[in-house]
């Protein structure tokens, strides 16, 4: 196991296959949530900085080494990375517990899962193919006709702190398998696992310029990466306010846009649930990384006959989370990310309690050093503030219902739509609740996973286009349709 002082990545730019200070030497604090102590000075990219990633990426693009490989040669680059991921997965998952203050010992999970992202496209790099066509004769003549899957070109990528390694993977795995060359601009508050991956990157052997990190602030490194015209596509998972900036953004230079945003997701204990599976999953849901997860789902939607057993069994769960030292062995929840969350989720519990929300258990501060909070469960109504906004913290908020109809109304009746959870046996309402339920992806007695042979993609405020599995490829790929009249 780790011993909290990991081997740090170099804290600076990687451009062009170099790490690079940032051309005014400018450099941002990176602090470790659980001690506030500074972790160091990581370079913070300037327009120029971006500029000059984005030239290396198109460079590669243009016919660079990059653009001449097969896909097969592509693929076992990634297959190498996947590798080499695979061999650091323990310093990549002190990196993020040290970075984001999550426990230790769930680090590994989502890290998992980048590796088996990696390894997927990997797979899928030598057939990236179009579709032929039989179309009637035109004009008297036959005509063959086919589509052309193409790389869409140099893709920007911009990433959210709570689970960095895992979202950059779902990024780049399957924009390098189609071909494309890339640029990432981290999150702020948690550079560091993709520092330590751009390294790893450079090892497997990728052509210097396919792979570059900006690493700095949202509002110049971020917008710099957003407006630059080299840039075909920018692919954004964070939150709703600033995916509509930069759908706006995109819009005005046409770029093409995925934008994965936040969640209010509801899961539904029916009367039929088994709660012995249902209640320790409502309770990772809602706490498993700090509760800073897009796809917790925080409205947790009772019947009416189960609520006293949910809410008593909810508690139970949250007093056998542990909080604490997030590289401790046996702890379950660590520190929110900064001063600001933490306020911010506070502040949120001030809400329920004015609004009238009945606090179940939790609600506080632990400690004075650090950011972390109590595992928190309130009883409200889906109108309340805490059932409408992403609180992004160890808050759930307990809603009764009466009948079937009730719960997916109440379910959809939220401006997001990323996750749905269903607890039941019964497979006939499992399938209605699925059709039914107005979200990007259902989950049937269980919370998650996602998978990158799946898509993965939210409605409504939830976001606009899909990543992972076919729709991955096609979200890098531009199809050309291609018709010859013989
Ligand atoms: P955020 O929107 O504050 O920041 C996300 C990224 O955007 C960061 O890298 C930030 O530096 C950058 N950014 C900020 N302003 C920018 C600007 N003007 N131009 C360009 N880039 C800018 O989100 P966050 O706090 O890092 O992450 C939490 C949010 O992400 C939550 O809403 C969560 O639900 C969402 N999220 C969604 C998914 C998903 O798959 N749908 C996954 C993880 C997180």
């Given at each position: 196991m780790?011993n909290?002082?990991?081997k740090l990545?170099?804290?600076?730019?990687?451009?062009d296959?170099e790490?690079r200070?940032?051309s005014?030497?400018?450099?941002?604090?990176?602090?470790n949530p659980?001690?506030?102590?500074e972790i160091g000075q990581?370079?913070a990219a300037?327009?120029?900085d971006v500029?000059l990633?984005?030239t290396?990426?198109?460079r590669?693009?243009?016919?660079?080494e990059?653009?001449?490989l097969?896909g097969?040669?592509r693929g076992?680059?990634?297959?190498?990375?996947?590798?080499?991921?695979?061999?650091d997965?323990?310093l990549?998952?002190?990196?993020e517990?040290?970075d984001?203050?999550k426990?230790?010992v769930?680090?590994?999970l989502?890290?998992g899962m980048a590796i088996?992202?990696?390894?997927?496209?990997?797979?899928?790099?030598?057939s990236?193919?179009g579709t032929?066509?039989?179309?009637?004769?035109?004009?008297?003549?036959?005509?063959?006709?086919?589509?052309?899957r193409?790389p869409?070109g140099?893709?920007?990528a911009?990433?959210p702190?709570?689970?960095?390694?895992?979202?950059?993977?779902w990024?780049f795995a399957?924009?390098?398998a189609?071909?494309?060359t890339?640029v990432?601009?981290?999150?702020?508050?948690?550079?560091?696992?993709t520092?330590?991956i751009?390294e790893?990157?450079?090892e497997a052997?990728f052509?210097?310029?396919?792979?570059?990190?900006?690493?700095?602030?949202?509002?110049v490194?971020?917008a710099?990466?957003?407006?630059?015209?080299?840039?075909?596509?920018?692919?954004?998972t964070?939150?709703?306010?600033?995916?509509?900036?930069?759908?706006?953004?995109?819009?005005?230079?046409?770029k093409?846009v995925t934008?994965?945003?936040?969640?209010?997701?509801?899961?539904?204990?029916?009367?039929?649930?088994d709660?012995d599976?249902a209640?320790p999953?409502?309770?990772?849901?809602?706490?498993?990384?700090?509760g800073?997860?897009?796809?917790?789902a925080?409205r947790?939607?009772?019947?009416?006959?189960l609520?006293?057993?949910?809410l008593?069994g909810?508690?139970?769960?949250?007093?056998?989370?542990?909080v604490?030292?997030?590289f401790a062995?046996?702890?379950?929840?660590?520190?929110l990310i900064?001063?600001?969350?933490?306020?911010s989720v506070?502040g949120?519990?001030?809400a329920?309690h004015?609004e009238?929300?009945?606090l179940?258990?939790?609600?506080?501060?632990?400690?004075?050093?650090?950011y972390?909070?109590?595992?928190t469960i309130?009883t409200?109504?889906?109108?309340?503030?805490?059932?409408?906004e992403?609180?992004?913290g160890?808050?759930?908020?307990?809603?009764?219902f009466?009948?079937t109809?009730e719960?997916?109304?109440?379910a959809?009746e939220?401006?997001?739509?990323?996750?749905g959870?269903?607890?039941t046996?019964?497979?006939?309402l499992?399938?209605?609740a699925?059709?039914?339920?107005?979200?990007?992806?259902?989950?049937?007695?269980a919370w998650g996973p996602?998978d990158p042979?799946?898509?993965?993609g939210?409605?409504?405020?939830?976001?606009?286009?899909?990543e992972?599995?076919?729709?991955g490829?096609?979200?890098?790929t531009?199809?050309?349709?291609?018709s010859?009249i013989?």
């Amino acid at each position: 196991m780790s011993n909290n002082a990991p081997k740090l990545p170099e804290l600076r730019l990687f451009i062009d296959g170099e790490w690079r200070d940032a051309s005014d030497g400018g450099t941002f604090t990176s602090v470790n949530p659980a001690t506030e102590a500074e972790i160091g000075q990581i370079a913070a990219a300037t327009a120029a900085d971006v500029d000059l990633a984005v030239t290396a990426a198109r460079r590669q693009f243009d016919g660079g080494e990059w653009s001449k490989l097969s896909g097969s040669d592509r693929g076992r680059l990634l297959y190498r990375l996947a590798d080499l991921l695979e061999r650091d997965l323990e310093l990549l998952a002190d990196l993020e517990t040290l970075d984001i203050g999550k426990a230790r010992v769930h680090a590994p999970l989502d890290l998992g899962m980048a590796i088996d992202t990696v390894r997927h496209f990997a797979g899928r790099a030598d057939s990236v193919n179009g579709t032929v066509f039989s179309l009637p004769e035109f004009i008297g003549r036959p005509r063959f006709s086919y589509t052309l899957r193409q790389p869409v070109g140099v893709v920007g990528a911009i990433t959210p702190w709570n689970t960095p390694g895992m979202i950059l993977s779902w990024k780049f795995a399957p924009a390098l398998a189609v071909g494309c060359t890339f640029v990432v601009k981290p999150p702020a508050e948690a550079s560091l696992s993709t520092l330590h991956i751009a390294e790893l990157v450079r090892e497997a052997g990728f052509p210097a310029g396919v792979f570059n990190v900006v690493t700095g602030s949202g509002t110049v490194a971020g917008a710099a990466l957003v407006d630059h015209p080299g840039v075909d596509k920018i692919s954004f998972t964070g939150s709703p306010e600033v995916g509509a900036v930069i759908g706006r953004a995109a819009g005005e230079s046409f770029k093409k846009v995925t934008l994965e945003l936040g969640g209010k997701s509801p899961q539904i204990i029916f009367p039929d649930a088994d709660l012995d599976v249902a209640l320790p999953t409502a309770a990772m849901s809602l706490f498993y990384n700090q509760g800073e997860t897009c796809a917790s789902a925080t409205r947790v939607l009772v019947h009416e006959s189960l609520r006293d057993e949910v809410l008593s069994g909810l508690s139970a769960q949250a007093a056998a989370v542990k909080v604490g030292d997030p590289f401790a062995p046996d702890t379950t929840m660590g520190s929110l990310i900064n001063r600001k969350q933490m306020d911010s989720v506070l502040g949120y519990v001030d809400a329920g309690h004015r609004e009238g929300a009945e606090l179940v258990t939790g609600g506080a501060r632990i400690g004075d050093s650090g950011y972390f909070v109590e595992p928190t469960i309130f009883t409200g109504t889906n109108t309340m503030t805490i059932a409408k906004e992403e609180i992004f913290g160890p808050v759930g908020t307990v809603i009764g219902f009466n009948d079937t109809e009730e719960a997916l109304r109440l379910a959809n009746e939220t401006r997001y739509g990323l996750v749905g959870v269903v607890y039941t046996s019964d497979l006939a309402l499992a399938h209605r609740a699925a059709e039914v339920l107005d979200v990007g992806a259902v989950w049937v007695n269980a919370w998650g996973p996602p998978d990158p042979r799946m898509p993965w993609g939210g409605f409504k405020y939830s976001g606009i286009g899909t990543e992972l599995g076919d729709a991955g490829i096609a979200a890098n790929t531009n199809e050309k349709a291609v018709s010859m009249i013989l």
